[in-house]
């Protein structure tokens, strides 16, 4: 069972930013694809952006120009740059490795591992 852990959650006043880091084993990142997905109260939990060495980034239109996803292999480590946050990205925020490629990037039924989540609180 590969352990993910994610830390960089917080919260902020709309329009901050936020670095989120998700650790795995050396593995896993820059072998799969790997992604950070999030659920709202209430909400089905939704792709938020993902990376593949072979497909390059791939982001919700939600967050497409404010998030950038990235990985730094040698310290085994994906991030999420979250920036001009608003309310509405408030949510817990999960890494996912693991990628079945049946299905795609956004879809979590296609990630096997997961991580506990990280909370991120956007106040208007």
């Known amino acids: 069972q590969e352990q993910l852990v994610e830390s960089g959650g917080g919260s902020v006043q709309a329009g901050g930013s936020l670095r989120l880091s998700c650790t795995a084993s050396?593995?896993?990142?820059?072998?799969?694809?790997m992604g950070w997905f999030r659920q709202a109260p209430g909400k089905e939990r939704e792709g938020v952006a993902t990376m593949s060495a072979t497909s390059g980034r791939t982001y919700s239109d939600s967050v497409k120009g404010r998030f950038t996803v990235s990985q730094d292999s040698a310290k085994n480590t994906l991030y999420l740059q979250m920036n001009s946050l608003q309310p509405d990205d408030t949510a817990m925020y999960y890494c996912?490795?693991?990628?079945?490629?049946?299905?795609?990037?956004?879809?979590?039924?296609?990630?096997?591992?997961w991580g506990q989540g990280t909370q991120v609180t956007v106040s208007s």
């Open positions: 050396a593995y896993i990142v820059g072998r799969l694809a």
């Open positions: 996912a490795a693991g990628f079945n490629q049946r299905f795609n990037y956004l879809d979590e039924r296609g990630y096997r591992y």
